[in-house]
T-cell receptor
């Protein structure tokens, strides 16, 4: 089966600093990846679509300058939370579809805590 | 507007009882619907998709276009079914999904 990994699994950072989260497709290539934010006991909120070789597409209300997305290769997308604030603390999840399948493969998530 | 609605945040049933998790959608195109499950401390994983018309772990879901629903059903709930269940709709022509707010299923012994 297709596997998507995320690194780190959890991170604590100080307010005002930036933190990078990686999403990798381990055994397949993904020209598109998705980044979600999940609040405790709530649904997944799609933040942006990461496109290999082009700019990410952000959902309405998501600050593109705050949540920088780079799809560096066919197996790696990164989300950088810039100038983090405590309200950015959340669980960030990425997903990727495999070519020819409409199924999404999800990463295990990254818990970000901003102090 | 495109929308996926799961009206129940929490559903508690006893082991062996039937369970139905409701999902309604609003979509102008031809819908492709999925159920994803998230067990405790695990990642989201696909449970089933309407196109396959399959039964996974005893669960089934039928797309009812007239009622714009895709309810998930299982005749006899098991304790291991306790999890968070998300209904998702895929936009036509893309891989993008809309997720419902999720229903937490608790199966009581």
């Amino acid at each position: 089966g297709a596997v998507v990994s995320q690194h780190p699994s959890w991170v604590i950072c100080k307010s005002g600093t930036s933190v990078k989260i990686e999403c990798r497709s381990l055994d397949f290539q993904a020209t598109t990846m998705f980044w979600y934010r999940q609040f405790p006991k709530q649904s997944l909120m799609l933040m942006a679509t990461s496109n290999e070789g082009s700019k990410a597409t952000y959902e309405q209300g998501v600050e593109k300058d705050k949540f920088l997305i780079n799809h560096a290769s066919l197996t790696l997308s990164t989300l950088t939370v810039t100038s983090a604030h405590p309200e950015d603390s959340s669980f960030y999840i990425c997903s990727a579809p495999r070519s020819g399948s409409s199924e999404q493969y999800f990463g295990p998530g990254t818990r970000l805590t901003v102090t | 507007a495109q929308r996926v609605t799961q009206p129940e945040k929490l559903l508690s049933v006893f082991k062996g009882a039937p369970v139905e998790l409701k999902c309604n959608y609003s979509y102008s195109g031809s819908p492709e619907l999925f159920w994803y499950v998230q067990y405790s401390r695990q990642r989201l994983q696909l449970l089933l998709r309407h196109i396959s018309r399959e039964s996974i772990k005893g669960f089934t879901a039928d797309l009812n276009k007239g009622e714009t629903s895709f309810h998930l059903k299982k005749p006899f709930a098991q304790e291991e079914d306790s999890a968070m269940y998300y209904c998702a709709l895929k936009y036509s022509g893309t891989y993008k999904y809309i997720f419902g707010t999720g229903t937490r299923l608790k199966v009581l012994a």
